[in-house]
């Protein structure tokens, strides 16, 4: 049974890097994992994506282990307004499914 | 400007009573998706279109209905057979047509239903 599972919340203070993981046992191997950020009440936001090594982008990184079983959401230098709550998504090819992760709250403090 | 809406951003219902959640898109995208969101449980899929006049049922069809006339507009009804209605929909759109290939999915703003 696909499953995308993370954090339910995470601490963190201004400027200091972030590292959130989520867990995709079930994951083949052209299988795309992305991540988005959501504000209360807003629509989520595509921040980065990815289907293995690493990517980057202006926001983040995205690395992903050769096995595939995981991957991590890495946030530099964390402010303020990046406190919010980060979705993992996998698009699984098998069957066409697509599972978000329950969401990492991420609470970012001066 | 281009872009994913959805209106009305507050919904109030009896309950009962049917309800129609509009979304419009002008990204010329193919793809739309409904999903709900509920406390602690992720976004969970109701239904997906690929293309014009055809839609398919995502993880929670049940209690939903769709139409996709038109390119640009893919509107969700909650029946009074959902048994549990109240929860915020958010409404997406992607340049891909198949859902699990490489999509960035565009998100609108949500509607957030209450039945009272």
């Known amino acids: 049974l696909a499953k995308t599972t993370q954090p339910i919340s995470m601490d963190s203070y201004e400027g200091q890097e972030v590292n959130i993981t989520c867990s995709h046992n079930?994951?083949?191997?052209?299988?795309?994992i992305t991540w988005y950020q959501q504000f209360p009440s807003q629509g989520p936001r595509f921040i980065i994506q990815?289907?293995?090594t690493k990517v980057t982008n202006e926001v983040a990184s995205l690395f992903i282990p050769a096995d595939r079983k995981s991957s991590t959401l890495s946030l530099p230098r964390v402010s303020l307004s990046d406190t919010a709550v980060y979705y993992c998504?996998?698009?699984?090819?098998?069957?066409?499914?697509?599972?978000f992760g329950q969401g990492t709250e991420l609470s970012v403090k001066p | 400007d281009g872009g994913i809406t959805q209106s009305p951003k507050y919904l109030f219902r009896k309950e009962g009573q049917n309800v129609t959640l509009s979304c419009e898109q002008n990204?010329?995208?193919?793809?739309m998706y409904w999903y709900r969101q509920d406390p602690g449980q992720g976004l969970r899929l109701i239904y997906y279109?690929?293309?014009?006049?055809?839609?398919q049922k995502g993880d929670i069809a049940e209690g939903y209905s769709v139409s996709r006339e038109k390119k640009e507009s893919f509107p969700l009804t909650v029946t009074s057979a959902q048994k549990n209605p109240t929860a915020f929909y958010l409404c997406?759109?992607?340049?891909?047509?198949?859902?699990?290939?490489?999509?960035?999915?565009?998100f609108g703003p949500g509607t957030r239903l209450t039945v009272l």
């Open positions: 997406a759109s992607s340049g891909q047509t198949r859902p699990s290939s490489y999509n960035e999915q565009f």
């Open positions: 079930n994951i083949a191997t052209n299988d795309y």
């Open positions: 990815g289907y293995k």
């Open positions: 998504l996998v698009a699984y090819n098998q069957g066409g499914k697509l599972i």
């Open positions: 990204l010329n995208h193919d793809a």
């Open positions: 279109s690929q293309i014009v006049n055809d839609f």
